[in-house]
């Protein structure tokens, strides 16, 4: 089944497009992440233009956000006061972010902007979740109960203003939360990833958030920025694909509902491994793809 792209100009497979939609939606469910890391590198690699693949993603992923945080929210897996402090960083972010990318779009350099980020990002942040999670797994059972007891990162208690966060079970200034979710906009803008793989980890190991509520408050988070992005992405890069984005938004949706049974059912060693692992898988593809030189050097084409 051939669907015509309008702002890609090309015919995709409209049921792999809806297929990829329901695996990014699971991956949003189970780990608490957009999945618009592993959305638009699949549209990168089926042919679509890194600029429309980033924006259109961030447009699908606010799709699968909804459904995750509705589903979070019912077992009352969401701090709805650190998603306000991330989200209101993230709006700031989403707005540098759009001019980072314009400049970048001006100068030629998107393209490969972008894959870059993903090979740096995302081999970093996998290595250290697989690390982690493979530590996690090889501790006694005694020494499992005491990792539990999560801290957060000495610098962030250096900070001023502190504020009580009661659902995350924190004492620390809102400062934190903005930047880190100043950074995730900025990344989103440019990538089309909802932050979750970047605001997971940081939420665990930085800001020292209970575990209970990170996938939740992650989602929520994602939820607002990615909408920002795409409203962005729509009146200044006009790179969003609303027929690609519809395709992708039909399977995430009901793939996150999938996602979130999942995550119940399975440890969370586990489940981190397995994000790390796919993580890994894209950012070796991507740096593959860097080294390859095309068939084509260059295209000229009738505008």
Do not use: C
Not at 61 to 82: K, P
Not at 87 to 96: E, F, I, P, T
Not at 283 to 302: H, I, K, Q, S
Request: charged share 10%; glycine share 12%.
């Amino acid at each position: 089944m051939d669907v015509y792209l309008p702002i890609a100009n090309l015919a995709v497979n409209g049921l792999l497009i809806v297929l990829l939609g329901g695996a990014t939606g699971i991956l949003s469910g189970i780990f608490g992440v957009g999945g618009g890391f592993l959305t638009t590198p699949l549209l990168i690699f089926y042919g679509i233009p890194p600029t429309v693949a980033a924006a259109s993603a961030a447009t699908q992923v606010t799709g699968a956000s909804v459904s995750g945080v509705i589903a979070q929210s019912r077992r009352g897996g969401v701090d709805y006061q650190m998603g306000g402090v991330t989200v209101a960083g993230g709006l700031v972010g989403a707005l540098l972010g759009a001019v980072i990318f314009n400049l970048l779009e001006s100068l030629g350099q998107i393209d490969v902007v972008i894959s870059i980020l993903y090979v740096l990002l995302l081999g970093s942040i996998g290595a250290l979740m697989g690390r982690e999670s493979i530590q996690t797994m090889r501790r006694k059972p005694e020494d499992k109960h005491r990792a539990a007891k999560r801290r957060h990162h000495p610098m962030i208690a250096a900070l001023p203003m502190r504020w009580r966060f009661y659902r995350s079970g924190l004492y620390i200034s809102p400062l934190a939360p903005l930047l880190l979710g100043m950074v995730v906009g900025v990344l989103t803008m440019l990538m089309g990833v909802g932050g979750g793989f970047i605001m997971v980890p940081a939420m665990l190991y930085i800001l020292g958030m209970s575990a209970n509520v990170v996938v939740g408050t992650s989602l929520f988070n994602i939820l607002f920025v990615t909408m920002m992005s795409t409203m962005v992405h729509a009146l200044t890069t006009e790179a969003v694909d609303i027929v690609l984005a519809g395709l992708l938004l039909i399977g995430s949706v009901s793939g996150a509902q999938i996602g979130t049974r999942m995550a119940v059912a399975i440890k969370p060693e586990y489940l981190r491994l397995g994000l790390a692992a796919i993580v890994l898988a894209v950012a070796a593809v991507m740096l593959f793809r860097l080294g390859v030189v095309p068939d084509e050097v260059y295209t000229v084409v009738p505008l």
